[in-house]
């Protein structure tokens, strides 16, 4: 059996080349907004989880897909809780006091917490995550902020549960797992009501999420693999991405700008024969439930192939299982859909690894539209990146100026060095009453004082009168351009409102060209509905006019078949007839001639001479010859005599003569010219003529043997073959004359008194002894050979 794929791996493949080919196109559609599916396929035993999850020191296709997500928008992770999912499959921002508070809240209860990266990883699974080829997204959107949402469920049973459930533990009562329920979201998009979904800020924290979830699990030990898995496993990694603010600070908080991607990686339970497993209860039951899912599975891409195909509309069965009903609208369209299916070479396996990949084969028919791209925020690109600049600008001035405090302090020693400019004050101490000199010394350090006072203030008020002036003129100037801008502006409205009406009139126009093209459209449909009736019509109609020529011509043949056949018949029939006619009316004629004759020979002969009657050895020694017709009388008008013409003369025959006849020894023996002597019918020769004619002997009822020769016409069948009409008989008979009386005397007796009258019984007689044709019979034309009774003379 050969089966085509677009890829085909090997059993030494690494994990990271399956990486590359598979899942990693899918983390980059995540990361630009689209959502995708990759799922593995198989039997039982095949290697889907080590494919899905990996080994120690080798990781699989998740802990891939999570490292390449975390390496790609690391620096740009938003802090927790700024995106918030909600209960209905979307997802809300949150300013930063908001997180900030959720945070403070989520810290102080008393349930366990997130885990965080700086914990200690777990050893179990340290080394499937110790990816290092750091792969990542080339052109990640730098002025986005992300954050990554994991969730893991399992159908098991075609039931949901959620593996990161949190249930009180009770030893006494334990409570089983509640299922969950499918619902549809305002975009008509699946998703599982109440299920767990965690925020996660690294590979580590991710993985140990899952690997939380992975112990919870159902596998089970069969006949064919030790950890069978008896669910079907689906992780789904959300991320959440929303645009910076102009400023480039915060997240721009508008719920339309945020876009919510979707990667699920589903790791199906393997297809299995119960007589190979030799499962028993609760295996046989969830092998039942198995292989009803993938069964369902395969049911739905075959009716989107069909539709695709064929332009069929079929319902889709996505509702007969939860694993297709979850999944529904990557079938519909809604994302990248990949399949990975895992072959064991093990000659076992055979018949279900035909089945697994011809399914497969045909999965690759099966085309989905892709997914729109996300429209632009309308934002300057570079905004992050821009801020980050001004800031550590902004931090290097501050500390080349030293700082707030320092201006104040230059601000205090200029209104220092302003007072000192004033002259000094002398000591204003009277130690003295009759001291004169302190006073006048005081008196003209503050008339001093009082003068470069004045000035001061006289050059203050010539100062504010000049500001007050260049205010002035900044003011008007600020007035005629204000003016000036307002006039431009005044234009520029009327330009605007003009602009208006015009768009408003375009709209109206363009609303009525619309409603002008919904109706022509409208009766452009009509028209075509009317269009394909009346074709639809015509065509059946032209049908019919071809099934009644078609009717027509085979009556015609018909007809003019049957009117072949029944004038030939009737030629034949009329043409029998004629010659019957004719035979007869000749016989007639000859009969009377010959009696002519002899009652002339008789009258013209003397009487004391008697004829002499010849002997019957004299006759069939020497065969007296018959006179073609008799000499015609005067008054009698000529007869024309015909002779028969053989039918047979130009055409060949078949001459059947069964071994079994006997020979006889008449006169008259049947002979055919130019014919196929043959001792059964074969088709070899029945194809070499156009006659046939059986020579048939059977036993009549005075003892003798009745010879028939029954004639017949051959005709070519449909199928290549031959076939024989019968058309005539003739019979040949041989009759013993018994009751005629044989008279002979001497010539030198007395004749009788009945002399003449014996004379005239034997002519009768010897001329009553001819060949017939006895017309009427249905069977057609007979020669037959007969011996009239004698006829007295009344």
């Not at 198989?42 to 699989?60: A, I």
């Not at 013993?736 to 005239?760: F, I, Y």
């Not at 001329?767 to 017309?775: F, I, P």
Request: with cysteine; hydrophobic share 30%.
């Amino acid at each position: 059996m050969q089966y085509s794929f677009k890829e085909v791996f090997g059993t030494l493949v690494a994990q990271k080349e399956l990486f590359d080919v598979v899942a990693k196109p899918l983390v980059e559609d995540l990361i630009r907004g689209k959502n995708g599916l990759l799922f593995t396929y198989g039997v039982t035993g095949s290697g889907k989880t080590h494919t899905m999850t990996g080994s120690p020191g080798d990781g699989g296709l998740l802990p891939r897909c999570l490292a390449m997500i975390f390496n790609s928008i690391g620096p740009f992770q938003a802090k927790r809780f700024v995106f918030k999912l909600d209960d209905k499959n979307g997802v809300d921002v949150q300013c930063e006091v908001d997180a900030l508070l959720e945070r403070q809240k989520r810290d102080a209860m008393p349930v366990p917490k997130t885990p965080s990266g700086k914990r200690q990883i777990d050893p179990e699974f340290a080394d499937m995550i110790n990816v290092q080829d750091h792969c990542k997204v080339e052109e990640v959107d730098e002025d986005n902020v992300y954050s990554v949402f994991v969730s893991y469920i399992e159908i098991y049973n075609n039931y949901i549960y959620d593996l990161l459930e949190e249930t009180p533990f009770d030893l006494i009562k334990p409570k089983p797992p509640q299922s969950k329920i499918l619902r549809e979201d305002q975009n008509h998009n699946m998703y599982v009501t109440g299920c767990t979904e965690v925020e996660v800020k690294s590979t580590e924290e991710a993985f140990e999420v899952f690997w939380k979830g992975q112990k919870k699990r159902r596998i089970a030990n069969t006949q064919l693999n030790r950890e069978s898995s008896r669910s079907h496993g689906v992780f789904i990694i959300k991320l959440a991405q929303a645009p910076l603010d102009a400023d480039g600070d915060n997240v721009l908080q508008e719920k339309e700008q945020i876009t919510l991607s979707q990667l699920s990686l589903v790791d199906l339970a393997g297809s299995e024969r119960t007589n190979r497993t030799k499962a028993e209860g609760n295996r046989l039951r969830e092998a039942g439930n198995i292989n009803q899912s993938l069964m369902t599975l395969r049911t739905c891409i075959e009716v989107l192939r069909e539709n695709q195909m064929y332009g069929t509309n079929k319902m889709v069965p996505y509702r007969d299982s939860k694993l297709t009903h979850l999944f529904k609208n990557y079938f519909d369209g809604e994302g990248k859909v990949r399949m990975i299916v895992c072959v064991n070479p093990k000659a076992e396996d055979y018949e279900e690894s035909l089945q697994v990949m011809r399914f497969a084969e045909m999965t690759q028919e099966v085309e989905v539209a892709r997914p729109v791209d996300r429209p632009l925020c309308g934002l300057t690109p570079g905004r992050r990146f821009r801020n980050q600049a001004f800031r550590e600008e902004l931090a290097q001035k501050l500390e080349i100026r030293g700082g707030p405090i320092s201006g104040e302090t230059e601000e205090q020693s200029a209104s220092e060095i302003l007072l000192q400019n004033f002259p000094p004050l002398p000591s204003c101490e009277l130690l003295d009453i009759n001291d004169d000199q302190t006073l006048p010394k005081l008196t003209g350090v503050l008339e001093e004082r009082h003068k470069l006072r004045q000035k001061l203030s006289e050059e203050f008020a010539k100062n504010v009168l000049t500001f007050k002036t260049i205010l002035r003129e900044l003011d008007s100037s600020v007035m005629s351009k204000e003016n000036h801008f307002q006039g431009k502006l005044s234009e520029k409205e009327k330009v605007i409102t003009g602009q208006k009406t015009e768009l408003e009139r375009l709209e109206k126009k363009i609303k009525t060209l619309e409603y002008k093209i919904e109706i022509l459209e409208k009766t452009a449909t009509i028209y075509e509905e009317d269009k394909r009736h009346l074709q639809q019509e015509l065509e059946s109609k032209s049908q019919k006019l071809q099934r009644q020529a078609s009717d027509k011509r085979r009556l015609e043949a018909r007809l003019q078949g049957m009117v072949a056949e029944t004038t030939m018949k009737w030629e034949k029939e009329c043409e029998r007839r004629v010659a019957a006619k004719q035979l007869e009316m000749q016989n007639k004629l000859w009969v009377k001639d010959e009696k002519l004759k002899q009652l002339k020979a008789i009258v013209t002969e003397p009487k004391n001479e008697k004829p002499e009657r010849p002997s019957r050895e004299r006759d069939r020694e020497k065969p007296i010859p018959r006179s073609v017709s008799p000499t015609p009388v005067p008054n009698a008008p000529p007869v024309r005599l015909r002779h028969r013409r053989s039918r047979s003369a130009g055409e060949r025959w078949v001459d059947h003569k069964p071994p079994s006849n006997l020979p006889t020894d008449t006169v008259m023996q049947p002979h055919v010219p130019h014919a196929i002597t043959v001792a059964a019918a074969s088709e070899k020769a029945l194809a070499k003529c156009d006659k046939y004619m059986l020579t048939h002997q059977e036993l009549a009822s005075d003892g003798e043997i009745e010879t028939k020769l029954i004639k017949g016409d051959v005709f070519k069948t449909r199928g290549g073959g031959q076939a024989v009409q019968f058309t005539e008989i003739e019979t040949l008979k041989q009759e013993s004359p018994t009751g005629r009386k044989r008279r002979s005397s001497p010539s030198n007796a007395d004749p009788p008194e009945d002399a003449a009258d014996s004379e005239w019984t034997d002519v009768e007689t010897r001329c009553s002894v001819a060949v017939e044709m006895r017309a009427g019979s249905a069977l057609g034309p007979g020669y037959q050979h007969h011996a009239m009774p004698k006829r007295r003379k009344p």
